[in-house]
């Protein structure tokens, strides 16, 4: 089945930092990606869909200059997380969906395993 | 935009037992209905779909039903186990775009 990768699993980092998070489609290529984040016991938020070769879409209330999203492949997207505060600290998952839908599988979304973020 | 509505937030059963957890959607060109399962730590599975040219589907002990309707959709998970014991998610969106929305989630437990 399809797999979606993420690096690292977990950062701890300091206030001011800026963090990058990998997420790549490991056998199947993916023109868009999306982006998430989850609090404790809470549901996946959607923060910004990754298109490649172009701009992200972020959704409202979710600060572009803050959380840098580059897609510059069809098998990786990358979130920046600039200038890192205690608040920033989540899970963040990003999830791929197939660019050809001719394998026939369903328009599925397949999940990355995640990246635990701490901003001491 | 699209607004998911999911309830119960937590539900305990026990083994044997049938759960069940609903979903509301509020945009009516949302044509795709998929159910996530997330354990502790780890990613969404999805588990179960289904589109809106149908009512029901069914795979082994889970099965989701969809009222395009009254826009709502059901999980239903018959002889549950405590390895069903998890978060379940439930998601709307439309096949072409990129617009998935998910439900505040489902904490289920199964009780031996």
């Known amino acids: 089945g399809a797999v979606v990768s993420q690096h690292p699993s977990r950062v701890i980092c300091k206030s001011g930092t800026s963090v990058k998070i990998e997420c790549r489609s490991l056998?199947?290529?993916?023109?868009?990606m999306f982006w998430y984040r989850q609090f404790p016991k809470k549901s996946l938020m959607l923060m910004a869909t990754?298109?490649?070769?172009?701009?992200?879409?972020?959704e409202q209330g979710v600060e572009k200059d803050k959380f840098l999203i580059n897609h510059a492949s069809l098998t990786l997207s990358t979130l920046t997380v600039t200038s890192a505060h205690p608040e920033d600290s989540s899970f963040y998952i990003c999830s791929a969906r197939e660019t050809h839908l001719a394998s026939g599988r369903p328009r599925e979304q397949f999940f990355g395993p995640g990246t635990r973020l701490t901003v001491l | 935009g699209e607004n998911v509505e999911q309830h119960p937030s937590t539900l305990s059963v026990q083994e044997g037992d049938s759960a069940v957890i609903k979903c509301t959607y509020s945009?009516?060109?949302?044509?795709?209905f998929p159910w996530y399962k997330q354990e502790l730590g780890k990613r969404p599975q999805l588990i179960i779909d289904?589109?809106?040219?149908?009512g029901e589907k069914k795979d082994q002990r889970i099965a989701v039903t969809l009222n395009k309707t009254a826009k709502h959709f059901s999980l239903h998970i018959t002889e549950t186990q405590p390895e069903d014991s998890a978060v379940y998610f439930c998601?709307?969106?439309?096949?072409?775009?990129?617009?998935?929305?998910f439900g505040a989630g489902t904490r289920l437990t199964v009780k031996p």
């Open positions: 945009d009516s060109a949302s044509n795709y």
């Open positions: 998601a709307a969106s439309t096949w072409f775009v990129n617009d998935m929305r």
């Open positions: 056998d199947f290529q993916a023109t868009t």
């Open positions: 990754s298109n490649e070769g172009s701009k992200a879409t972020y």
């Open positions: 289904i589109r809106s040219n149908v």
